[in-house]
T-cell receptor, first 116, second 113 residues
Framework: ETGVTQTPRHLVMGMTNKKSLKCEQH?????MYWYKQSAKKPLELMFV???????ENNSVPSRFSPECPNSSHLFLHLHTLQPEDSALYLC???????????????FGDGTRLSIL | AQSVTQLDSHVSVSEGTPVLLRCNYS??????LFWYVQHPNKGLQLLLK??????LVKGINGFEAEFKKSETSFHLTKPSAHMSDAAEYFC???????????FGTGTRLTVIP
């Protein structure tokens, strides 16, 4: 039990589909993150939310749309994705932002996304 | 700017022998450094962290890492490898003043019985 739950674990979708990834954290944290993990590449930070407000958009294409309705839930809405978007999408949370390394990030197990 | 370089993409050791996973960092300020481990089909789990306290940091599962400023290194070690240590290991530096992590490309550890 990591405290951060991601659903679904696996998702296969066509380029014209619309789907959403869900992340829920049970740790009482206030900051949440989306990362993309592709083969042979470093983990890429996509979005950061702090107290439900987006604080970072790391030049992510608009076909990825995040939503953070409360501090415990984070969604990633997907539409008209490309084959290169196939990757493992990881959600993480931390107690808060900007306080240095004393509040590490806790990761979910990820959603393996495959675009046909 | 912060970055990390993991010098080996793949390390293979025999069970019971020492493990050394190498990491060099680049940071404009005193960095916060982490090692994370990722087992197959799992998310990342924090192994240990350095935040300007003791330079030798002990983590979970018998791992430790030593921060060497003169060498800008933060290598991960374990005296005796166990089969369950087979995984991908990521060296990570924290962006100063924020909570944005910069990840290395990872080192895959294989443990041979």
């Amino acid at each position: 039990e990591t405290g951060v739950t991601q659903t679904p674990r696996h998702l296969v979708m066509g380029m014209t589909n619309k789907k959403s990834l869900k992340c829920e954290q049970h740790l009482g944290h206030n900051a949440m993150y989306w990362y993309k993990q592709s083969a042979k590449k470093p983990l890429e930070l996509m979005f950061v939310y702090n107290f439900k407000e987006q604080t970072e958009n790391n030049s992510v294409p608009s076909r990825f749309s995040p939503e953070c309705p409360n501090s415990s839930h984070l969604f990633l809405h997907l539409h008209t994705l490309q084959p290169e978007d196939s990757a493992l999408y990881l959600c993480a949370s931390s107690a808060s932002l900007g306080v240095g390394g004393n509040q590490p990030q806790h990761f979910g197990d990820g959603t393996r996304l495959s675009i046909l | 700017a912060q970055s990390v370089t993991q010098l080996d993409s793949h390390v293979s050791v025999s069970e019971g022998t020492p493990v050394l996973l190498r990491c060099n960092y680049s940071s404009s300020y005193s960095p916060s450094l982490f090692w994370y481990v990722q087992h197959p089909n799992k998310g990342l789990q924090l192994l240990l962290k350095y935040t300007s306290a003791a330079t030798l940091v002990k983590g979970i599962n018998g791992f430790e890492a030593e921060f060497k400023k003169s060498e800008t290194s933060f290598h991960l070690t374990k005296p005796s490898a166990h089969m369950s240590d087979a995984a991908e290991y990521f060296c990570v530096v924290l962006q100063t003043g924020a909570n944005n992590l910069f990840f290395g490309t990872g080192t895959r550890l294989t443990v041979i019985p």
